[in-house]
Every structure is written in structure tokens, then in C-alpha cells.
């Protein structure tokens, strides 16, 4: 093989794997990308149940519950305009708790009904989930308050 | 006082950087190559200036001095030494002056003991390694000075993140950083060769010990903080698709691909372009990465150092070299000769597929790291987690693995189709055998990708056996070895993650003391909770009697409280056995006196760790093995002139 047409099949391979990764990338991006809803755009846009989105916003103080089995809990979520009931089995993040912010990942179930299989609280008293940036919770009045 | 030497020190270091970047173009350029022999001294100076400022900020926190801004804000005079002498990096600014002291230090080693480039690369080289030194140099000094002094002073530090208060992430940062750096140091050596025309396999010869380094420590370096997310995280996973973990693969990835092409380079002269242009992606991956990491842009669970109005510097300082490698890749690669050529059956097409599926990897981990920022300048808000990244990677890294077991059976420049089938059979029937028991024992329990996981990892450990098979095994060189350890260790590696991933049994449970929890095979008694206290922390720590069949072993979960900063983690209990690890999270009280508890069973874990391992020592041979001839060459000439 002469090094001119060694370097064209190269160059052609290197198109092809270029190529093939973008349309891999982009198939398994529609799929597996989250879309990150805050309640008001769960009651505004509807996510069909089944569908795997990241659910956030602050928990509604008074909303907590536990069920017997000691692991399962039920819990409000709000933007301060719609507010959303969720539920996750297993252990919560330390600082997941009343008025505080949570991300959830998880999907509806046909009830309306947001299953979480995870959760991500405030990782310390400094860090807050980026997509939660300009909302507080106002400890007074117990709204939400979107800051801007 | 101690403050200001190391901020003099460290403006002195970023003078001789401008000089040596000067004196090296103007004596490469202008034709004065007396300009040229004060290049070394620059470089050498540098390296000390700069380990004379970080000597200076790990003094001031060893010694709390709470005159300090960046003292007082990450550490605390009550935590344990350990933490305050890793805390000197656990932030932002201590980890970019550790970044550039790591450079400045590596740039003096190139100075003095870089002997196998000629005069004018190896200046070219210099003057390269000064130009990136000095952007950094610039971003610690004008927007994250370490030394900034706090008046008045406050009576104590806000401590440090309890999450670093471990021993695995005091030392797992300067890993990575030491890895980074040896990329750069790479880099450097491509531009120089691009500068000065000479890349050929020379350059390779001498550019392969850096890469080989930074390899190892990358490696160690991911390893380690794997483990560091699976034992202190307490959610019982290994790999989270973070974007701070997509930070450390993707320099790593296209280091496993410089690292092959270097070697065709090296012992082939061919690849040429390719090899140039993988120093120059590495590189510019780890400073993607922290780009990524430092600027605060993209959600994680662990980026700990935020602050947009850096990322801005950064990218900019990223925009310029990458920028500029590229245009000078651009310029120059033309005039690059052809190497030599091979056929389509030989080891170097194997390790172009080899190189294609890493890049590959690396283009998607990187589209799947930075589409949430994409979509978020179009005002949607989408984060992208392992779902994505367990679809991409699993099917590729897979075809990667298979070519990793064909490839050491090729002979280099030309072989025979039926001669490599004959080569391959023996791990062919492996593979086959294994399928066929996987099918017979756990069909329908394990998901296609565990399944061809488990089979591809056995045909894969056999198959990097292979170029031992039939050698004098004491006269094999020391590097064929660290292919094979490293190989094997891709192979022990992807056994643990498909055990893991097909084998896991977890028990979610609330318990009162006095109860026993029985799962896979396990039994364990509950018997109490007791309040602990450590040097900075207070816990609750609860006592289970773990037994499994035989004699019981006492377990130990804890959830510790720590006051400065207040934060609480979770300090697993992990029981390790041949065969796996139990994992037990203890949780909160619940109504009833109960605790929350939950268990893992996770069969072979471990080897997904003693794999990363492996692969690091395998590289550290091959280092070993190709310097050692240079070094008994130079020991043998210094014994005849004696």
C-alpha cells in the first residue's frame, strides 16, 4: 500500500468514527438527557409519566412524612407556584430536610406521582444544586421566593 | 513574613518565566545561540522559586496562621495535622499554585536531565513549557493569590470541607495534578518538535517517559478517587459520571491513546501527526478539565472550589494554547514527512483502532459533559448522567477491550490473517466456554452488557497472557511485562465492574437494636448504637456482629457530625472477604427506636480497583524498563572513566 493512500483510509476511518460517535452521541443524548423541571413547568408543559426527568425545587415545611416501613418517605415539593407530592425509598442526604432544596431524580408514575431514586440535597451549608441557583425559601411568611 | 516571601518568590518565578520564553525564541529565532544557554538556568531557578512558595503556604497552615485569608477560610487550628497540611491544596488557590509548582518543577527537570533531544528542540521545548507556566502564573497572581493577608485577623479558621478530611483525598489531588502536569510537559515537547521540524521517532523516544508518568499517576489517581467516592459517599457506587470524574477520564483517555501512538512512533516512525496531535489534545483535556472543575460552571456533587468570574480566565487562558497549538499544528504538520508504512494486518492498525475507539470515548464523555451548558445558553435546563454515559461508553469500551487482546498477538509492519486467528484461538475458546457456562447458570438474571463484560474480561486476561507464552520468561524485557500487567489488569478491572454490576444484592431496611438482618447469605446482628467522639467530630457509631456462616466479625457504620463547617457524613462499614464486600450505610432514627439501614452484598467488587492498580504498575515497568537501559548505559560509562 502506498503511504499517500495508507494516510487517505486513515483520514477516511477517522471521518467515519467522527461521524458515527456524533450520531451515537446524539441518539443516546434525546434518550438519556434529563430534562431538570421545576414544579410550575411540570403543571404548565405535563411530563408523561415513565419519562426520567430531575425534579427541583424546596421541600414544603410541614409536608415530610414517613411510612412505616421506616425507609420510605413522603414529601411536597415547590417552586412557590406549584407545588408537587414526590416519594423515595432509602436513605436521605443528611441535609435533605424541610425548606430546604433538593434536586430528585427519578419519573411520574400515572398517578402523578414523582418516584425518586435519587436525591441530591445542599451537599454542605455553602453548596446549593446549581439548578436551584436564586431561590429561597422564606422562613416568615413559608413561600417560595425567586430571587429576580 | 512567611506570607510575603512566598508571594516574592512567586512573581520571581513568573519573571524567569517571560525571560526564558523570550531568551528561548529570540536565541531560536534571531540565530544568537549565546541567548540560548541561559534558558537551562531560568528553568531550574523557576522550579525552586516555585517550591519555595509552596513550601511557604504549607507553613501557614501547618502553623494555622489565621493572618491569612485562605487559611482562615479552609482550615480550622483544631483539625488533625494531616488535614492541614492537605488542605494547603483542598481549595482553589492552593491547588493552582500546587498546579504551577508541579510545572515549574517538571520544567527544571527537563532543563537538567532531558538528554535524548537535540540542543534546539530541547530549547524549543523550554520555551514552550515557559509560555504555558506563564499563564498560569498570571492566573494565580492577579485573580487567585494564595497569600492574601486578612485584617484583623480572625480568632479562627472556618475549617475545611469534612468531605476532604480523608486520608485517600488528602494525597488524591496532587495525583491527578502530578498527572496533568507530566501532559503538559508532553505538550511542550510537541511543540517544540513542531517548532524546530523535528518530529520523528527521536522526539517520540523522549517524549514517552513523560506521558508514561503521567499515565501511571493519572491512573493511580482516578483509582484512588474512585474508591475515595465509593467508601465516603456512603450511596455504595463506583463511578458517578460526574462531571468532576469526566474531568479526570478525559485527559486520561487520550493519554492511553498518546501512550500507544508514542510507542508506534517510537519504535515504528509512523503515526507522526497523530502522535502530535494526541500530546496536544491530552493536555488540552486536563485543562479542560479543570476548567471544568475550578470554574464553578457545571453542577457536581463534588466540586468544592466555585467561583464563575475565574472560569472566565481560564477559558481564556484555554482558548490561547489550545488555540494556538492547534494553529501551529496546522501550520507546521504539512512539512511533517511521512513515516513509515505498514499493512492492514499488523500491530500499528490494530493500535490505530485502539487510538479511534479511545478518541471516540473521549469526544463523547466530553459532548456529554459540556451538552448541559449547550442547551443551557438556548434557556433549557437538561443534565446528562450516567444513563447516557453507560450507553456510549459500555458497547465501545467493550470493542476496545477486544482489540486490546488482539493486539500484542500482531506482529508489527505486516503479518498474516491466518496466522493471528491461529494466535487467537485459545482465548476464542475461553470466551466461547465462558458464554456458554454464563448462559446455562445465570441466563435471564444478568443484563447483556454484565454478560459480555464477565465474558469479554476472561478471553482478555487470557489472551494478555499471551506474549509471555513460549518466552524465556527472565530474558523477557521488563516493558513486555508491563504491557502484560497492564493488560490483564484492563482485563481483572472490567471482571469487577461486571460482577458488580450483574451480582449486587441490596437490603433497605429500618432496624431496632436487638434485630438480625439476613440477606445474601449473610447474617447480621444489630446490637447497639453508641455516641463516639473523634479529633474534630462527633458520632453515632452502631455495633452489628456480621457473620456468614462462621465465626461473626464486629462492623462498625458511623454517621459523624462535624461542627466547623457544620456538615454531616457518612462513614461506611466495609467488610472485605475474597469473594466481595459487604457495604453498610447506617442512616437515621426513625419512629420506634428504629435506624435505618442499608446493606450491600457486592460480589468481586474489589477487583475493580486492584485492576486500577495493576494497569498503574503495569506502566510503571515500562517506565522502568525503558529508562533502565539508559541508566545502566550512563552508570557503565561513569565505571570506565573511574
Redesign the interface.
Known sequence: MKAKHQRLILALAALVALIGAGLLAASALKDEAAYFYAPNDVKTKGVEPGKAIRLGGMVVKGSLQRAADGVTIRFDVTDGKATVPATFSGIAPDLFKEGSGVVAEGAFDSKGLFVASNLLAKHDERYMPRELEGMNYNETTHEMKADK | MIAETGLAALWLAAALALLQLVLAFAGLKGGKPDLLDAVRPAAVAQGVLTAIAFAALITLFMRSDMSVLLVVTNSHSMKPWLYKFAGTWGNHEGSMLLWVTVMGVAGAAVALFERALQRNAHMATLGGQAAISLGFYAFLLFSSNPFARIDPAPADGQGL???LQDPGLAFHPPTLYLGYVGLSVAFSFAIGALLTRQVDAAFARAMRPWVLGAWVLLTLGITAGSYWAYYEL?WGGWWFWDPVENASLMPWLAATALLHSVTVLATRDALRA?TVMLAVVAFSMSMVGTFLVRSGI??S??AFAVDPTRGSFILGLLALYIGGALALFGWRIGSVR?GA????VSRETVL?VNN??L??IL??VL??TL?PLMTEAFG??????A??FD??AGPIALALMVAMAAGPSLRWRKDQAKLVGRRLLIPLCIALLVSISLSLFAWGRIGILPFLGLVVAVAVGAASLAPLWKRKLLRTPLFTYGMVVAHLGCAVSLAGMACDSAFTVEK???ARPGDTIKTAGWSIRFRQITPIAGDNWTALQADMDASRGGSSVLIRPQ?RFFAS??????EAALLTRWDGQLYV?L??E???G?W?L?IWWKPFVTLIWLGGIMIALGGALALIGRERRGWLLKWRAREALA
Open positions: 470541607n469534612p468531605l456512603g497523530w457545571l453542577t456533587v463534588h511521512e508504512p505498514f499493512e492492514l490505530v479511534l475507539l478518541t471516540v469526544g463523547l459532548i456529554g451538552y433549557h435546563k437538561v443534565s446528562v448522567g444513563p447516557y450507553r456510549i433497605l431496611v429500618a454517621s463547617p457544620p456538615t454531616s457524613t457518612s450505610v442512616g437515621e426513625v419512629e420506634g428504629r435505618q442499608r
